[in-house]
């Protein structure tokens, strides 16, 4: 298994940065959706996987008998998806609002902030 | 001694969920806003006096011991970075309730400034890196909100920007953290400190020291990863520019000094080397881009970029000097950069726009405002007596002692490029005549500016002018701070007990 998750975790990263590059803001969003589970995976990993017991300790015992799991990287994984499902609920509606506005999701087309310099005039700058 | 280094951040969130709850008066929201934010003020100062006093502080939450539980430290670094932070609050509060529509306060305006506030201290706090990423988070989101409150055009197309690529920053800090967790098995940065010294393959601890660089090199705006910060700083309220302006960029930097010192310090020809050359190309390209720009606001997003540069140089020449030229740097540039974007905001209530082109004449109807331009616009681009001439004097002197000419030169070159854009503004919009009709563009357009904007102005300014008349106390906060970055035992000493 421990071989095998690394690669896998390489291979969403991959698609997920794929998508992330297309230049329209939908498929961001799932490249993040897939690059946010892709680190989460890669955190599991890190934390090595052992498939022993549950991280309990018996009682009247101030040390557990056995290697137990790992409890930690769960814990980091779920304050991880935690936010993500936040931020994920934030970029939804802050992707539809600016589709609603700008009425593009083709990030080529975004250029209201920083429109094309003139050209013509002196130092670029323009009378407005 | 606890509660305080927890009341900076309870502080701003009691304050967030205050405001939250309370009916969206728009006087009540703005006096509490201000009441919240002297309070918050007062303890970020009185922790700067009491570590200087007596030196590293740290706390065990929940009494749980380090390296299990979070620790909450304050050394120097940390202390300067959160009296700064109280400092610009205020400010930034205050000059709020002239420039922050009734719209924006019923949507809910001063609560994430607060969490802004609040997070950011907690950035500046945490002894934790997975707190620390938590930290990031909560900023990010009351950052995003702030950035794209009123939903303009512009606003959201740059807050899209923004959020893209501080979105993908922070899941390449959460693949790094793992990562180093995988390796050490621990969050806590003193543990971490300690246990990096043991491991076998220091390769790959490398790695994992460019992830973390490129994942704070993005939110500190170093290059090539700053391309966000000139595409959306410019689009928010002023008030909320100036915020991001003098805070978010500088926890980047903050982050990658504490990291680039007390975690990742064992191969430094490479990775310090690296930021050796990531500082030159940003503080060129940034200038480059601000010399060529005619937006008052786009231009001082640019000289953001430019000045990181030299907060980068010194953590990459890593001496005691440059540290604490570092240091200096941030303190200064955090309360000039905020008041120059101030400032841009009184300029367009006068002028009727951030455009150079359009304004002009503001010297001859509004002097005040002139000679309060004038002492943070020269101090950025260094002139004596100025807070940016010692500061760029440390970092210079910095570098020409470790005999990197090349770097010392890019940045005198640098800083005089900067003074060139600064002069561009000063000649634009205080010298020039108005355009069009002489005299119809003094007559301010939206309502002559309030005391409210010219109150906190006048107090940055009269601190940037403190700091470069009487430089001394705070080189000495810089350097103790610098000490204390380059002896890491101190730091893992407070958190761990000796």
Redesign the interface.
Same mark, same amino acid.
Do not use: C, I, N, R
């Given at each position: 298994m421990e071989t095998i998750l690394p690669f896998l975790c390489g291979a969403i990263i991959a698609a997920s940065i794929y998508l992330m590059l297309e230049g329209n803001l939908i498929r961001f969003i799932f490249g993040f959706v897939l690059a946010g589970n892709a680190v989460n995976l890669l955190i599991f990993t890190a934390g090595r996987l052992t498939g022993a017991r549950p991280p309990l300790i018996p009682e009247g015992a101030e040390v557990p008998a056995a290697a137990l799991a790992n409890a930690l990287p769960q814990a980091l994984i779920l304050t991880a998806i935690v936010i993500s499902f936040a931020l994920l609920a934030f970029v939804f509606i802050l992707f539809y609002r600016s589709y609603e506005v700008l009425g593009t999701v083709d990030t080529e087309a975004m250029r209201f902030a920083e429109p094309e310099p003139d050209t013509s005039g002196g130092r670029g700058e323009k009378e407005k | 001694m606890d509660w305080l280094l927890v009341l900076p951040i309870i502080l701003p969130f009691a304050a967030a969920a205050t405001t939250f709850t309370l009916p969206k008066n728009d006087r009540l929201q703005n006096n509490l806003g201000i009441l919240a934010a002297v309070l918050h003020f007062a303890a970020c100062i009185y922790l700067l006096f009491y570590v200087s006093e007596n030196g590293i502080i740290s706390t065990q939450i929940g009494d749980w011991p380090a390296p299990f539980g979070i620790t909450l430290v304050a050394d120097h670094l940390s202390a300067i970075m959160v009296a700064v932070t109280g400092i610009l609050s205020l400010s930034v509060t205050v000059y709020s309730k002239a420039e922050i529509s009734p719209a924006l306060l019923k949507a809910g305006y001063h609560p994430m400034l607060q969490i802004l506030i609040g997070s950011v201290c907690g950035s500046f706090l945490t002894g934790d890196i997975?707190n620390l990423f938590?930290w990031f988070?909560v900023m990010?989101?009351a950052s995003?909100?702030l950035m794209?409150m009123g939903?303009e055009?512009?606003?959201?197309?740059?807050?899209?920007?923004y959020?893209?690529i501080n979105?993908?920053a922070?899941?390449l800090f959460?693949?790094g953290?793992?990562?180093l967790?995988?390796?050490t098995g621990t969050l806590n940065l003193a543990d971490l400190h300690l246990k990096v010294r043991g491991l076998e393959n220091p390769g790959l601890l490398t790695a994992v020291a460019a992830i973390f660089m490129t994942a704070f090199g993005i939110k500190a705006g170093i290059f090539p990863l700053f391309f966000w910060l000139?595409? #959306?700083y410019?689009?928010p309220p002023v008030a909320v520019s100036a915020i991001l302006a003098g805070l978010l960029t500088k926890v980047g930097v903050y982050a990658l000094i504490r990291m680039f010192s007390l975690v990742f310090t064992f191969e430094i020809a490479y990775t310090h080397g690296l930021l050796l050359v990531a500082s030159g190309l940003t503080m060129i390209t940034g200038v480059l881009g601000a010399a @060529?720009g #005619?937006e008052f606001r786009r231009i001082l997003s640019f000289h953001i970029i430019s000045q990181v540069g030299y907060m980068v140089l010194g953590l990459a020449l890593f001496t005691p000097l440059a540290l604490a030229g570092s240091v200096f740097y941030i303190l200064h540039h955090m309360i000039v950069k905020a008041n120059l974007f101030l400032i841009s905001g009184v300029a367009r209530r006068v002028g009727g #726009?951030f455009?150079? @082109? @359009?304004l002009g004449g503001l010297y001859r109807s509004r002097g005040v405002l002139a000679i309060l331009f004038f002492i943070p616009a020269f101090s950025l681009a260094g002139f004596p007596p100025l807070s940016g001439f010692w500061a760029k004097l440390a970092l210079i002197q910095a570098s020409l002692e470790v005999k990197q000419y090349l770097i010392a030169g890019v940045a005198a070159g640098v800083g005089v490029l900067t003074s060139y854009s600064m002069t561009k503004i000063w000649g634009d919009v205080f010298w020039k005549p108005a355009?069009g009709t002489a005299g119809a563009q003094l007559i301010p357009e939206g309502g002559p500016y309030s005391p409210w904007m010219l109150l906190p102005i006048t107090f940055l300014a009269m601190l940037t002018l403190a700091i470069g008349l009487v430089p001394e106390p705070f080189f000495e906060l810089s350097t103790e701070a610098a000490r204390e970055l380059l002896d890491p035992d101190i730091y893992v000493n407070a958190v761990m007990g000796d």
């Open positions: - | 997975f938590v988070e990010l989101m995003f909100g794209v939903q055009k512009e606003q959201l197309d740059g807050g899209v920007k959020v893209v979105l993908f922070t899941l959460l693949t953290l793992g990562l967790y995988g390796m000139p595409a #959306s410019h689009t @060529a #005619s #726009s455009e150079l @082109a @359009a355009p």
